[in-house]
């Protein structure tokens, strides 16, 4: 069965350093996404992406959060200054069509020092 | 603005028994609800979707209904095993933009 993607599964930083969490979405998926998850809290939505451009973003994804997707099949996070509150497990999803369901991957554990 | 909540939060029950799982949501105007469960620590694993259109969805022991104009869903699992022991997410899609999970509910499942 295909497969979202990501890595690393692990990544420790210290404060203020820059990171970029990796996803690599299924292959004939249009529609992508990035979600947290505090420990211990809801999963929350952070950005949704089709056509090359951001459909939609929440509150948390401000200036310091971007996406891209570099090339045919990555799909990327950065995290321009990392701060404490960052700490949290990232999932990338992504979706074939409009109302199909989301496959999501299984996570990068980011800690920030 | 869509809120989902899902109740109970935790539940334990011994092996073997029939269990039912709920969610609620406030905006009935949703095109799908999908099931996730997540192991400690792990991914999201997608259990079941159901559309709008739809009353219910069967996948194994698992059974999942809708009803849109009430706003609630329920995830039935049949003949519990130990390795059904973990978190279930609801999360709805109502903006075609993104999905809303709940907070999910917690299962145990004893010897």
């Known amino acids: 069965e295909p497969e979202v993607t990501q890595t690393p599964s692990h990544q420790v930083t210290q404060m203020g350093q820059e990171v970029i969490l990796r996803c690599v979405p299924i292959?004939?998926?249009?529609?992508f996404y990035w979600y947290r998850q505090i420990l211990g809290q809801k999963v929350e939505f952070l950005v949704s992406f089709y056509n090359n451009e951001i459909s939609e973003k929440s509150e948390i994804f401000d200036d310091q959060f971007s996406v891209e997707r570099p090339d045919g099949s990555n799909f990327t996070l950065k995290i321009r200054s990392t701060k404490l509150e960052d700490s949290a497990m990232y999932f990338c999803a992504s979706s074939a069509r409009d109302y199909y369901g989301y496959t999501f991957g299984s996570g990068t554990r980011l800690t920030v020092v | 603005k869509q809120e989902v909540t899902q109740i109970p939060a935790a539940l334990s029950v011994p092996e073997g028994e029939n269990l039912v799982l709920n969610c609620s949501f406030t905006?009935?105007?949703?095109?799908?609800l999908q099931w996730f469960r997540q192991d400690p620590g792990k991914g999201l694993t997608s259990l079941l979707l159901i559309q709008s259109s739809q009353r219910e969805q069967t996948s194994g022991r698992l059974n999942a209904s809708l009803d849109k104009s009430s706003g609630r869903s329920t995830l039935y699992i049949a003949a519990s095993q130990p390795g059904d022991s973990a978190t279930y997410l609801c999360?709805?899609?109502?903006?075609?933009?993104?999905?809303?999970f709940g907070s999910g509910t917690r299962l145990s499942i004893r010897p």
């Open positions: 999360a709805v899609d109502s903006s075609a933009s993104k999905i809303i």
């Open positions: 292959s004939n998926h249009l529609y």
């Open positions: 905006d009935s105007a949703i095109y799908n």
